[in-house]
Structures are given as C-alpha cells and as structure tokens.
C-alpha cells in the first residue's frame, strides 16, 4: 500500500474511533493543494482538528506537518480553541495523541522524533479518550 492510501486508511480509521466514542467526526478530503488539517471531530460544544500520520518506522519527521495544516493548528488556536493534535500511528498500530501546538515548538529543537520521543510528548488514544473531559 502506498503512502497516501495507509494515510487515507489512517484517517477513515481515526475518524470511526472517534465516531465509537460519541463524536461527530469528518475526514477533510484530499486536495492536490492540501486540506487545513486531516479531520474534525465535535462532541459536546467542543471541537477537536487533527492531523493524522503513519509513522511505520516508529519515527515522525516533523518536516511532513505541513505550512497549511500549521498555520490552521495556529488560527484555531488563535480564535480560542485548545483541541489541536496531531495522531501519529506507530508500528505496533499503537496511536499517540500530541498536542500540535507542542509539537510545532518542538520542532525548532529535534527535526526527527522517535518513539521515546512520541512517548514523552504524547499519550496513548485510549488514555486521552479517558482524560480528555469531552
């Protein structure tokens, strides 16, 4: 399978975890000239953009967050809103949960993240379903 069809796949998988968690949810389709962001999800008055990436080798090179999807993590969060993350799904189909804005500042020091890293910065789908208060 092919970079854009395992992040295709990804997306359409998260947006049903989501969904299986009482959120509305909607993958952004796939343009040539890039979306905002992979998906949004709402539940309760709170809504929630994410960026959605594969990371088969255990490793995220933060150069594949894309201008366009920063600028939009920085907009939302400029406008007031505080759920911005990206989804990254390793290996072992384990997904982590990063705050975006942490990972935009994290950026400037390390270019390329490897799993301990994503451990430290983020927490297990699972978990942030069990903490998030949505």
């Known amino acids: 399978m092919n970079n ?28 040539a000239a890039g979306q905002p ?8 008055d709170v809504g929630v953009i994410i960026d959605a990436k594969v990371c088969s080798d255990d490793v995220f090179d933060t150069a594949r967050m894309e201008e ?3 600028n939009s993590m920085m907009l939302f969060d400029y406008c007031g809103n ?8 390793m290996a072992d189909n384990t997904i982590y949960i ?9 950026r400037q020091e ?4 490897n799993r301990k890293d994503i451990e430290e910065l983020g927490i297990p789908l699972d978990e942030w379903f069990r903490r998030c208060g949505i």
């Open 37 to 44: 962001v992979d998906l949004i999800a709402c539940k309760n």
């Open 68 to 70: 366009n999807q920063r």
């Open 110 to 113: 390390k270019r390329v993240l």
């Open 82 to 89: 505080s759920h911005k993350y990206y989804a990254l799904k």
């Open 4 to 31: 854009k069809r395992l992040g295709n796949s990804f997306e359409q998988e998260l947006a049903q975890i989501f969904y299986k968690h009482g959120f509305w949810a909607h993958c952004f389709a796939s343009k």
């Open 98 to 106: 990063c705050s975006g804005m942490v990972l935009m500042m994290h």
